[in-house]
């Protein structure tokens, strides 16, 4: 049914209906008409806004109101989540700053305040129920519901919606804590303060791959942070090797090379971080990359090294020396000045990893058969040997930068964690720890620079890379945690300098960054 407004004195709708289609109207009593029409409305209001647009539409301007309508709707619709009109200006006379704006909550609506309970059928709070239990709600409950749709929509509540309320707490909070530096700085800091890692669960932000200005065409080798630039390098099969500026939001691109014929094994730079040597997979050449002159290298021929091909290498952290990993149980010590080999070690078994003390002095050397060597370096004199428990074929093994543990990965997937303090005077030392998370070969293990977590990792199943925290020697339970996959087969970790990156090179190509938020420098 067609609906009619009519008007005090006129006839009735049917009446009105017939005379609009009229084919003759005369122009003075139609104005005359308008006159006296409005002249009537002006009793109800003439200043009232519903009162000109009832006018409007009764005689003209239709499709002006129904644009109008049609705005003020969606300003309607859009307020029920974002309140403007409501915001008002603070002055502050002890302040120079002068007058600041405050807006008011977002969620809070001053006429829902006066009532007890809400009619949530109103069309402006349909959607915010979530069942027919509830057609009322309370004030409290429904702010509660707009302040929870309010973030969702804006992804957090920005700085002016917090309440006057809480922002007078803020600020007394902030009174509290400068009264407190204040007491600190009179009469010193008497209650130490642990900055110690927390077990359970590890605080971190996922950023932008750490090589996503220039990923690799094949599988990732190798990630290492440079120690003391805020500098990343990743190498891998594509036979390249990349640098990359970290700052975790574009990582830009800042040098690569090209190795002709030449996939990257192992690239890490050397201990003053000026040179990068890379070796490859099938022969005992490996290249040294100057980064100052931008001079690549090739090492042909090494005095005293009688290898048929040379991969793995650990750099010496107190000298311009890499220990390089031969065959049938050999371990060469190299100058990277004259380019000659100094000292040679003999293990049984073929070596499959081998890690520095923090000094230098004494290297740590794990054999396939799950023995465990330890040497002094200066003397070449074996100190300490012994079987890493219930190991059957030993894979991988690393020392904390503390001088404190020592870490021994096997193909079964479990990481014995000892005390090198004990490694050195039993022959039979018993782990710390026996880390069982990880179900297929510990490929990759790496101590963080403070020695609170060490991170193990295997290339041979996707997300298989655990981190443990020390020394209360528990799984951080929310890594690797994530409903699709990017850490995929890992052949290599590192963490910057002072911990607040850890990265990780995979079979994709990707070197994925994390920030570890507890760590606030590079």
Known sequence: MEDVIKLPGTEDGKAARKRTRAPEVDPQEEEETRRANAERL???????????LLEELVFGAEEELLERLVEEDEEEQAGALLVEDGDHVSCDSEDDGGCVQIREAAWVDEDDEQEEEVDMKHRYRKDLMKGEAELTMSNQKLQERMRAQF??????????????AKKKKKAAAADDEEEEEELTRRTGNFVASSDRLPSGILRMKKCLHANSSRPSEDRLSTVQFHPSAQVVLTAGLDQSVSLFQVDGKTNPKIQS?????FPVHKAQFSL???TVIATGLKNKMFYLYDMMEGRVTPVHNVRGL??????EFSVRPDGGELLLTGTSGYLHLLT????????????????????????????????EDGEVFVWDMRSSRCLSRFTDEGCVKGT???????GQYL????????????SQEACLKSTHPRPLKAVKNLLTSATSLTFNPSSEILAIASRAEDEAVRLLHLPSFSVFSNFPVSKRKIIYRTSCLDFSPHSGFLSLANNKGHAPLFRLLHYKDF
Request: aromatic content about 4%.
């Open 42 to 52: 002006s009793v109800l209001g003439g200043e009232d806004a519903s009162v000109r």
């Open 151 to 164: 973030q969702k929509v804006m992804g957090g509540a920005p700085s002016w919606a917090d309440s006057n």
């Open 257 to 261: 090379i090209h190795l002709d014929r």
């Open 272 to 274: 003053q971080g000026d």
């Open 306 to 311: 009688n290898e048929a091909r040379v991969k």
């Open 336 to 367: 990277l000045k004259t380019k000659e080999v100094v000292l040679s070690l003999k293990v049984n078994g073929d070596v499959v990893g081998s890690s520095f003390s923090q000094d230098g002095s004494k290297v740590f050397a794990n054999s």
């Open 396 to 402: 991988s093994i690393a020392t904390s930068p503390d």
């Open 407 to 418: 870490a021994c990965g096997s193909q079964s997937g479990v990481v014995n964690v000892y």
